[in-house]
């Protein structure tokens, strides 16, 4: 079975940092593009960050440029999320998916498969 593990979420206090991390099981994820995405409270799913297959680098969206890295670990099939200096506006489910085109995208739609979510709570 084809799945995506979410892990890293909990609480924490504004400024501060998590790590969240993606596991794929039953298949790699070399040849596909990751994204991270969120849903806050009473909001819709957004794209926070992606990565191409192949790509050593990714793309944030511009409310989490400078306080986001987006890495993937080919050894040990999983793909992670650094958010630093978070705010409350952070608090929501994250969510990874891969693109089986390879490319990745900000556009939910263009990805095949999605991890059940990870809570983050940003709060004092």
């Known amino acids: 079975q084809l799945q995506l593990v979410e892990s890293g979420g909990g609480l924490v206090q504004p400024g501060g940092s998590l790590r969240l991390s993606c596991a794929a099981s039953g298949f790699r994820l070399d040849n596909y593009g990751i994204g991270w995405f969120r849903q806050a409270p009473g909001m819709q799913r957004v794209g926070v960050s992606y990565?191409?297959?192949?790509?050593?680098?990714?793309t944030c969206a511009d409310s989490v440029k400078d306080r986001c890295t987006i890495s993937r670990d080919y050894a040990r099939n999983t793909a992670s999320l650094q958010m630093d200096s978070l705010k409350f506006e952070d608090t929501a489910v994250y969510y990874c998916?891969?693109?089986?085109?390879?490319?990745?995208?900000?556009?939910?739609?263009?990805?095949?498969?999605w991890g059940k979510g990870t809570q983050v709570t940003v709060s004092s």
């Open positions: 990565i191409s297959s192949g790509s050593g680098s990714g």
């Open positions: 998916a891969a693109d089986a085109s390879g490319w990745g995208t900000m556009r939910e739609s263009e990805y095949d498969l």
